[in-house]
């Protein structure tokens, strides 16, 4: 698709905590599609599906029921210093030395899949029910 | 871009490690380390010149005083051949950095120790599975289905006002849109994520600092007339709001939420 909507998380950190960061990550995209309500699945990027700049990545995919495949829906990565040397964004360590930080990101979320998902997975005779975390936010409950 | 020191230290590694996304670094590196010596030693050439011009210019001044003219403009001389000597030597130096600027922008960064080998999405490795897997009913559709019957996204407006790959969404299907962006929004703010709104327009810098350039030149969105890139995600404007930026440690971790269309 040419133009999507997406929600993106990014985080600097200090080189000694990124993983740990990369984890957190990993979990609040997780409690989303809980919340949702969705089936996922997170997959480690084997070196061939890395992106250039990442060092380590988790895709999380949910499960579209309709058309009974998995659906990438969010990529989180840490890439080290790899970006923060092109940046130029560097910290002052305790000595007072001039280090490179850590940058990660992450989709939190991409929408157009996560549309379709919501849309198969919570169809039924009556119609089309929305999570109860949406409610609030869309103002009904169902799209009949 | 991976640091050089990096590189010397952890030449194995390297190499072996960049494996595991099937690129051959061999060459490359190698060419990386022996340009990083070039640039070594023409930088200790350079060093070793301005010394000596400095020396000079202090001897000019001593033998003027003395009245020692004709030595005084021999000396002259030398200083004048020592600073063509230096201009040449910093034309390659830049030429050295230059060169391998453009190397160090070909290698990909180092995967962690613990990214599987593999080739294609097919080699990932699935380490979570969460979530009962509905059963739907019997007249259960696809969503492009749904969105039609049900009046949420329309495709073929999108194909008519723009091209494919530009739908609609219109009334329900846009309220459910609206509404699952500011639920994204919130639950990151919750989790101490501060929002920002960045532009959808980058400068060609701002492209370099996240990598999209040169690598994956052509992927982006040009716009000529402004000499500006369209975002492909909204990673590339929020990392570069710390471009050229220095932290202090106190400072961490910070962290940014955005939502944009891209």
């Known amino acids: ?20 960061t990369l984890d957190v990550m990993v979990e609040h995209v997780k409690s989303l599609l809980t919340k949702l309500g969705l089936p996922y699945r997170v997959a480690k990027l084997c070196g061939g599906d890395l992106g250039f700049t990442a060092a380590l990545t988790f895709d999380l995919e949910v499960y579209s029921a309709a058309q009974e495949k998995w659906l990438e829906v969010s990529s989180i990565s840490n890439f080290e210093s790899f970006q923060a040397n092109r940046l130029k964004c560097r910290y002052k360590d305790s000595d007072g030395k001039t280090q490179l ?33 949406l409610v609030k936010y869309t103002g009904f409950d169902i799209i009949q | 871009m991976l640091q050089t020191p990096f590189i010397r230290a952890h030449k194995d590694l390297v190499i072996e490690r960049l494996k595991t996304r099937n690129f051959d670094g061999t060459e490359i590196i190698n060419q990386i380390l022996v340009l990083d010596d070039d640039r070594k030693v023409t930088q200790q050439k350079l060093d070793n010149l301005l010394s000596e011009s400095n020396q000079i210019a202090k001897q000019i001044g001593e033998l003027f005083k003395s009245g020692k003219q004709a030595e005084a403009v021999e000396f002259k001389q030398k200083a004048a051949e020592l600073k063509e000597q230096s201009a ?94 500011n639920f994204f929004l919130d639950e990151a703010d919750q989790s101490g994520y501060e929002e920002v709104i960045p532009p959808l327009m980058v400068n060609e810098a701002s492209g370099f600092g996240t990598g999209q350039l040169p690598d994956k030149e052509g992927q982006m969105y040009y716009m000529p007339a402004d000499d500006l890139y369209m975002i492909p995600t909204a990673e590339v404007p929020i990392t570069n709001i710390y471009r050229d930026v220095i932290l202090k440690e106190e400072d961490f971790p910070i962290k940014n939420v955005g939502y944009t269309p891209c």
Do not use: C
Request: glycine share 6%; charged share 25%; hydrophobic share 40%.
């Open chain 1, 1 to 20: 698709m040419h133009q999507f909507d997406k929600v993106e998380i990014v985080q600097i950190q200090h080189p000694e905590k990124s993983y740990e």
């Open chain 1, 101 to 133: 930080v850590h940058t990660l990101n992450g989709s939190a979320l991409a929408l157009p899949r996560i549309m379709a998902a919501l849309l198969e997975n919570n169809q039924t005779a009556e119609g089309i029910k929305i999570p109860e975390a």
């Open chain 2, 88 to 181: 040449s030597l910093k034309e390659s130096q830049n030429k050295i950095a230059e060169d391998l600027q453009q190397l160090l922008y070909q290698v990909p960064n180092v995967p962690n120790e613990i990214v599987p080998p593999g080739k294609s999405d097919e080699d990932n490795e699935i380490i979570l599975e969460q979530g009962l897997i509905p059963n739907l009913y019997d007249g259960a559709k696809p969503h492009w289905d749904l969105a039609k019957d049900f009046n949420l996204i329309d495709f073929e407006l999108g194909v008519k006002i723009t091209g494919a790959g530009f739908p609609i969404y219109k009334g329900k299907g846009a309220k459910l849109q609206r509404a699952l962006i």
